[in-house]
């Protein structure tokens, strides 16, 4: 429970330090400028995607293994196998880096006079690669506020450091600068801490990361490709306009996902620890019993941030994006609902060490949502883009869904997530009634919290949680706050 917590209030932290930073870099930069700095972190994307190799979650899954059954030595073990691989890793993609600058500069950036840029760049990124299993090692050990910690400081610094580089006016050279020192202090002071808490380690082979990791490595390569997809296909088959009114409504439709994904984050390694202690029944019954409680709690608020969707687009983009709400009123409820099936499912398969699973359902994927692009955006507009991410979730699931079922019984109350959807229509109907009376926001936003409270009152009323379910519930409540309230003293007792 603590660990939940402890991700969850990290995400929001890292979030707004993310959305503060990058106001002011934006503003710094100018148009200009601004879009060579994204196309940096593209560049560094690419890099530490390809040379990391999933290193990291293998660390994490066998850490998380031998920490659960007491074999300390042998979870050490795992980190420094890991640590040489990205080592070399490591060292590899910084020379590519730097031999090719001239070409990265030209081709990515546009500007063959940022070299210089991609050099130092070269450096930050090589230093990630290869400490990119230390973090993994503390995740793996079910350490969470650590991780958090660290994740927060990390991202902080860089972020604060890059921050002051531009406003002392040394532009991107100063930022890239700024961005190789943090990333060689940061490197250094994490591999003196945690190699310091991994103390003695046995021998661990190299085979067995790999044997995780590599099927991994494709479906991580496919899984950044589709994070582009969007930026590839929507220009070509659509308008400019028609990315930029996706992009906004996607990343309102996040603000769903946050604790959903935080709750992945803490479910991997605790179904590792399961199906390692207790077996692979108890394993399946744990992802049975999960998925029936996230359902529960969290599909109401895509259907909340649909209800709400023309306020959110306002206050995030401005009436310029205002059709961008359409849009994410039905991808907010569909996507959160299809993200609580996917959490339980991939964190099931990788516990499991069914990795191939993830390859094929990432290649099942692009393959499906490619010729669904090309034929409904040209046709439908922005409709076609909706129709076309529900039609490749509908055609993909149940093929992956049955591949599963021959690895292993995996089970899901989809009976919670029909319900929970059904129930949502609290929030959803009166909410719509308000709008097509009035076009007052405020009045939207009080119906749509009203709706959550009916929600909650038929799904407690009706027995669809149980009463320890519902004392999980309101422990996790309590503790959360309890935690913001403990920190919010800590820091005005500073």
């Not at 293994?65 to 910084?94: N, Y």
């Not at 991994?198 to 950044?224: C, D, I, N, T, W």
């Not at 029909?418 to 909410?431: E, N, Y």
Request: glycine share 6%; aromatic share 12%; proline share 3%.
């Amino acid at each position: 429970m603590g660990g939940f917590i402890s991700i969850v209030g990290g995400r929001w932290v890292t979030y707004a330090v993310a959305m503060v930073t990058t106001a002011y870099i934006t503003r710094i930069l100018g148009p200009d400028n601004y879009a060579k700095y994204v196309q940096m972190l593209f560049i560094f994307g690419v890099f530490y995607t390809v040379f990391n190799l999933s290193i990291p979650s293998a660390v994490s899954r066998y850490v998380a293994e031998h920490a659960s059954k007491g074999e300390m030595s042998r979870a050490s073990g795992v980190l420094k196998t890991g640590l040489k691989t990205t080592i070399v890793a490591g060292i590899v993609a910084s020379t590519i880096m730097i031999l090719f600058s001239n070409q990265l500069a030209t081709i990515v950036i546009g500007d063959s006079e940022a070299a210089n840029l991609v050099k130092l760049l070269a450096i930050s990124t090589g230093l990630t690669v290869v400490i990119s299993p230390l973090i993994s090692y503390v995740y793996g050990l079910q350490k969470f506020r650590e991780y958090t910690l660290i994740s927060i400081v990390s991202d902080s610094f860089w972020r604060g450091s890059l921050l002051v580089a531009l406003l002392l006016g040394t532009g991107l050279y100063g930022l890239s600068f700024a961005w190789m020192v943090v990333s060689a202090v940061s490197s250094l002071a994490l591999a003196i801490l945690i190699l310091r808490i991994a103390g003695k380690a046995e021998k661990y082979p190299l085979s067995q990361l790999f044997s995780y990791s590599m099927p991994l490595v494709a479906s991580v390569y496919l899984g950044f490709l589709s994070q582009w997809m969007d930026s590839l296909l929507l220009p070509y088959f659509g308008t400019m306009r028609m990315l930029g009114l996706t992009n906004v409504a996607m990343t309102l439709v996040n603000t769903s996902l946050v604790m959903i994904n935080s709750a992945s984050t803490v479910l991997f390694t605790h179904f590792i620890r399961i199906d390692a202690i207790s077996g692979r029944e108890a394993l399946i019954e744990a992802g049975e019993g999960i998925s029936r409680l996230l359902s529960y709690c969290f599909i109401p608020f895509g259907f909340l941030v649909g209800a709400t969707s023309d306020l959110l687009v306002l206050i995030y983009a401005g009436e310029g994006f205002s059709q961008a709400a359409l849009l994410l009123k039905f991808l907010s409820p569909f996507v959160t609902a299809s993200t609580v099936l996917f959490v339980i499912w991939a964190n099931e398969v990788t516990a499991t060490g069914n990795t191939r699973l993830l390859l094929l359902n990432t290649i099942i994927a692009l393959a499906s949502y490619f010729p669904l692009v090309i034929i409904l955006i040209p046709w439908l507009g922005e409709a076609g883009y909706v129709l076309a991410r529900v039609l490749n979730s509908i055609i993909v699931f149940p093929y992956i869904w049955r591949k599963t079922k021959a690895k292993f019984p995996i089970r899901f109350d989809f009976r919670a997530l029909f319900l929970s959807a059904l129930v949502s229509m609290a929030i959803v109907l009166p909410t719509a009634l308000v709008e097509i009376t009035t076009s007052n926001h405020l009045l939207t936003l009080v119906t749509s919290v009203l709706g959550v409270g009916l929600y909650i009152f038929i799904v407690i009323k009706s027995g669809l949680l149980r009463k320890d379910e519902i004392s999980l519930i309101l422990r996790l409540i309590t503790h959360y706050f309890n935690e913001i309230s403990n920190r919010s003293r800590r820091i005005l007792n500073l």
